[in-house]
């Protein structure tokens, strides 16, 4: 079983539309990332978490430390936010590597 | 734009040879990891460097190695390329040697290896 674990693989909308990428991890973290990654292979970093909750525009990220368990939310979905989007967490021990998901492939139809 | 540049960006290789690719960190940033994502996966950790010392290693054989040096840019080397190396050569860098500090992406270069 990976370490970290998103859902949905694969999940394709309607412009307009709120989107909610689920990540879970099995380990201890001293941080959780979300990335973003258009076509052609460019990483973007969106969040940086160890707690609580961030916004920045139409982006939210959470993560529950308890549950081991990360949400990313998308308002007001747009064509132009159709990209994979990867967790990634940074282990207690071992820190020096993040450990990703497989990501998310998010499409959004006009 | 992260400030992070990789180069080539593009790269066909033929099994056997040897390979460097080469990153250009922030100015400041005295980490740099180095992943490998293979078609339809996330990215796997490589080796990171912290102030031109390896500072930590993934699952990958020796044929993989690294430099650091002083001015922010580092190189992966590949030698003796089999066909699986194909993939998505990411470097990454940050200025807090493997800590919570956010990581910023180069885009990345793409090796094929025929």
């Known amino acids: 079983k990976n370490e970290v674990e998103q859902s949905p693989q694969n999940l394709t909308a309607q412009e307009g539309e709120f989107i909610t990428i689920n990540c879970s991890y099995s380990?201890?973290?001293?941080?959780l990332h979300w990335l973003q990654q258009h076509p052609g292979g460019g990483i973007v970093s969106l969040f940086m978490?160890?707690?609580g909750k961030k916004k920045h525009g139409r982006l939210i990220a959470t993560i529950n430390i308890q549950e081991k368990h990360s949400s990313l939310h998308i308002t007001a979905s747009h064509p132009r936010d159709s990209a994979v989007y990867i967790c990634?967490?940074?282990?207690?021990?071992?820190?020096?590597?993040?450990?990703f998901g497989q990501g998310t492939r998010l499409t959004i139809n006009p | 734009e992260t400030g992070v540049t990789q180069s080539p960006t593009h790269l066909i290789k033929t099994r056997g040879q040897q390979v460097t690719l080469r990153c250009s960190s922030q100015?400041?940033?005295?980490?740099v990891s180095w992943y490998q994502q293979a078609l339809g996966q996330g990215p796997q950790f490589i080796f990171q460097y912290y102030r031109e010392e390896e500072n930590g290693r993934g699952n990958f054989p020796p044929r993989f190695s690294g430099l650091q040096f002083p001015n922010y840019s580092s190189e992966l080397n590949v030698n003796a390329l089999e066909l699986d190396d194909s993939a998505l050569y990411l470097c990454?860098?940050?200025?807090?040697?493997?800590?919570?500090?956010?990581?910023?992406f180069g885009p990345g270069t793409r090796l094929l290896v025929l």
């Open positions: 978490l160890s707690s």
């Open positions: 990634a967490v940074r282990r207690i021990q071992g820190a020096q590597k993040l450990v």
């Open positions: 990454a860098s940050s200025s807090d040697g493997g800590g919570v500090e956010t990581q910023y």
């Open positions: 380990v201890g973290i001293s941080a």
């Open positions: 100015s400041g940033h005295n980490t």
